[in-house]
């Protein structure tokens, strides 16, 4: 269950983490979307993620 100031969350088997807020008071009271997804380097065997959403001053500092 998504609990606190979330309307929606999830994750996917590929690891992309989607979280959305909205507008209701219960909500962040902002309308956000937030995406984080991995990409595995098999040459180094890392993981970087980028992240894509709006708006940007809720986003988090690396993806502004």
Same mark, same amino acid.
């Given at each position: 269950?998504?609990?606190? &100031?979330?309307?929606?969350? *999830? +994750?996917?088997?590929?690891? #992309?983490?989607? +979280?959305?807020?909205? !507008?209701? *008071?219960? *909500? @962040?009271?902002?309308?956000? @979307?937030? =995406? #984080?997804?991995? =990409? $595995?380097? @098999?040459?180094?065997? !890392?993981?970087?993620?980028? /992240? +894509?959403? *709006?708006?940007? &001053? $809720?986003?988090?500092? @690396? /993806?502004?």
């Amino acid at each position: 269950p998504i609990v606190g &100031k979330l309307s929606f969350a *999830s +994750v996917t088997d590929g690891g #992309v983490i989607v +979280v959305n807020g909205n !507008t209701q *008071s219960s *909500s @962040t009271g902002q309308a956000i @979307t937030i =995406t #984080v997804t991995p =990409t $595995y380097s @098999t040459l180094t065997g !890392t993981i970087t993620w980028s /992240c +894509v959403g *709006s708006p940007a &001053k $809720y986003m988090p500092a @690396t /993806c502004r």
